[in-house]
């Protein structure tokens, strides 16, 4: 008989990289599971429908975007796969508890989460103060205790995690990203409608513009180059994010070089990926993510830039030029005026980009993962922890129960169906 899987994750049209993810893999999935979807409008109904008949396992697809807070009232009710898309939480869980005005949940979430760490440290974020915090205590350790499997896209990562948690079954699943492919003109539209001679050396970055995707400094970089008489050009495809003021803060010379396009669906991305000879997929501070937008740069036959980051060290240098965060703007600089200037290096980097991806990053790599982690997950029993914030197992239903006491209802007696 065909397992049967409930998927919590963001769907579109929701715009989250992991709404596109989900999107891509689970025609892969269905081949060989029965799938049912929760996104944030239909998790309401998971609850009857697992009681009417029980999935063979729960999946998670979790992250630090809102779309996904709705799955943290599922996890330890009923334990499964947990995909970390994001390694350090703390992001996530600090909004929706502090927003909530839980701040008694999130100090004790944030204690067991960081049983080694001062107990007034918790204080720093409970007075809005945020920021750093996030990176240094990641906030995860009550995820992956109480999932049957814990599921990343980097070897490193898992290691880290297995060092944390002995008891944990931790494994790894390749990101993989489809080849997306773009009309014979598409280079030359997006160039004309944008007013970029086809001469022209054109950078792009895509995705949600958030600080840590370095837009600014990217900017700088960019007046770097102009200055010294190169025809460069930005593309910034995506999201404004934080920062919807920098259009209106950069002047001459680099106002006609900028060009912000704003959100794309997903279909419309290879157009902008042929229009570029480079993309700039920086990240920092980073939370262990693997980058999909990067991969799909590289499934189109791109050069890449990107930040020098620990968990992608295993990287082989040839498949992307690094930028060193101990000096970021003089590094970028340097990476951006070497690939504008020098189009074999460019043609050589974009070559060996797509060897890798090719090798390990296709969506059927990440299919054939996710089949050996299901089955893997499906045969793990749940695990028992105890010590948990009262918080994370409370049902919720004591109101429930004090207004139908004098009537001698059994909440679980309904439940129970």
């Known amino acids: 008989m065909t397992a049967r899987l409930a998927w919590f994750s963001p769907l579109p049209p929701t ?8 999107t891509d893999l689970l025609p892969h999935l269905e081949r060989r599971y029965t799938i049912e979807t929760f996104d944030e409008p239909r998790a309401h109904d998971f609850v009857w429908k697992h009681r009417q008949r029980a999935y063979d396992l729960v999946v998670y697809q979790i992250g630090n975007a ?14 499964g796969l947990v995909v970390l898309h994001d390694a350090r939480l703390h992001h996530a869980r600090a909004r929706q508890l502090l927003q909530a005005n839980r701040r008694d949940d999130y100090r004790h979430e944030f204690w067991y989460d960081h049983p080694d760490a001062r107990k007034d440290a918790v204080e720093y974020a409970v007075e809005g103060l945020g920021g750093p915090i996030a990176y240094f205590w990641p906030m995860r350790r009550l995820v992956v205790k109480t999932a049957r499997l814990v599921a990343v896209h980097n070897e490193r990562v898992a290691n880290e995690l297995r060092q ?15 080849a997306l492919g773009a009309s014979d003109d598409a280079r030359r539209t997006v160039r004309a409608s944008c007013g970029i001679e086809d001469t022209a050396t054109v950078f792009a970055a895509f995705g949600k513009m958030t600080s840590e995707k370095r837009l600014i400094p990217i900017v700088r970089a960019l007046a770097s180059l102009v200055a010294v008489g190169l025809d460069a050009h930005l593309v910034v495809v995506g999201d404004m994010g934080e920062a919807p003021g920098l259009r209106e803060s950069i002047g001459p010379p680099l106002a ?14 290879a157009t902008y990926l042929a229009a570029a000879d480079v993309c700039l997929c920086l990240r920092w501070p980073t939370a262990l993510e693997t980058s999909a937008s990067w991969l799909r740069c590289l499934a189109a036959g791109r050069a890449t830039v990107v930040s020098d980051l620990a968990h992608t060290a295993d990287v082989p240098s040839s498949v992307a030029l690094r930028v060193d965060l101990l000096n970021e703007d003089a590094s970028l600089a340097g990476a951006m005026r070497a690939l504008a200037a020098n189009g074999e290096l460019r043609r050589r980097i974009a070559r060996a980009g797509h060897e890798w991806w ?3 990053h296709t969506i059927e790599a ?20 105890i010590g948990l914030p009262r918080h994370a197992v409370d049902d919720y239903s004591e109101a429930a129960r004090t207004r139908t006491a004098p009537f001698d209802v059994r909440i679980d007696d309904c439940w129970r169906g």
């Open 66 to 79: 809102p779309c996904h807070d709705y799955m943290w009232a599922y996890l330890v009710a009923y334990p």
């Open 358 to 360: 090719r090798a390990h």
């Open 256 to 269: 006609n070089r900028v060009h912000f396009v704003g959100y794309v669906a997903e279909d419309a991305v």
């Open 15 to 22: 715009r989250s990289g992991i709404a596109e993810y989900s």
């Open 164 to 178: 944390e948690n002995n008891d944990a079954a931790i494994d790894v699943i390749r990101m993989g990203v489809p």
């Open 366 to 385: 990440m299919t054939a993962d996710y089949a050996r982690v299901l089955d893997r997950a499906m045969v793990r029993p749940a695990p028992i922890v």
